[in-house]
T-cell receptor, first 110, second 113 residues
Framework: SQQGEEDPQALSIQEGENATMNCSYK?????LQWYRQNSGRGLVHLIL?????REKHSGRLRVTLDTSKKSSSLLITASRAADTASYFCATDAGAYKYIFGTGTRLKVLA | SAVISQKPSRDICQRGTSLTIQCQVDSQVTMMFWYRQQPGQSLTLIAT?????????ESGFVIDKFPISRPNLTFSTLTVSNMSPEDSSIYLC??????????FGDGTRLSIL
């Protein structure tokens, strides 16, 4: 399967702490995206990083990409209870399709 | 970014019946996608719905089970046919506009009794 793997599968932290999630993938990519899903609803796009970029920031989010290791990480700083959700990476390997990772379930405790 | 409306938001169906899910976009898009998300799992692409041509199905998914229509550039339907409890999932419509990120509808949560 081309599906990416994310770790950890589940993460529980206290409000104010940082949360780091990792994504590994198998094929060469054009870009990689991170999405958030709240409680079984639709996915919300968070950030896109292209294959020629190494790091990208958006508010409290920081994404890194290491194409040599075929991996990416998502860091959420100063987490809030509202950040509780599942987070997925998705890789664009061409053919207009995205392959989604297995996801990390984040729980932020107030 | 595109706004996607998906109907119904949830349904409970009897085994052996079929359900059609609708996806409406507020702008014209070339590519629409249908995903399935089984309980506690990630998203799996069912098919790509192209306007004016037949949908392209991924391995493990067939047209008889998941017929798709794409009558115009703003609308698509996915039918889940002859449902069984294994079809209980969230079904998500998604669109992609040129080099923009994929956008998703809120999904249809389907339970089969």
């Amino acid at each position: 399967s081309q599906q990416g793997e994310e770790d950890p599968q589940a993460l529980s932290i206290q409000e104010g702490e940082n949360a780091t999630m990792n994504c590994s993938y198998k094929t060469s990519i054009n870009n990689l995206q991170w999405y958030r899903q709240n409680s079984g609803r639709g996915l919300v796009h968070l950030i896109l990083i292209r294959s020629n970029e190494r790091e990208k920031h958006s508010g409290r989010l920081r994404v890194t990409l290491d194409t040599s290791k075929k991996s990416s990480s998502l860091l959420i700083t100063a987490s809030r209870a509202a950040d509780t959700a599942s987070y997925f990476c998705a890789t664009d390997a061409g053919a207009y399709k995205y392959i989604f990772g297995t996801g990390t379930r984040l729980k932020v405790l107030a | 970014s595109a706004v996607i409306s998906q109907k119904p938001s949830r349904d409970i169906c009897q085994r052996g019946t079929s359900l059609t899910i609708q996806c409406q976009v507020d702008s014209q898009v070339t590519m629409m996608f249908w995903y399935r998300q089984q309980p506690g799992q990630s998203l799996t692409l069912i098919a790509t719905a192209n306007q004016g041509s037949e949908a392209t199905y991924e391995s493990g998914f067939v047209i008889d089970k998941f017929p798709i229509s794409r009558p115009n550039l703003t609308f698509s339907t996915l039918t889940v046919s002859n449902m069984s409890p294994e079809d209980s999932s969230i079904y998500l419509c998604s669109v992609r506009v040129s080099n923009q990120p994929q956008h998703f509808g809120d999904g249809t949560r389907l339970s089969i009794l």
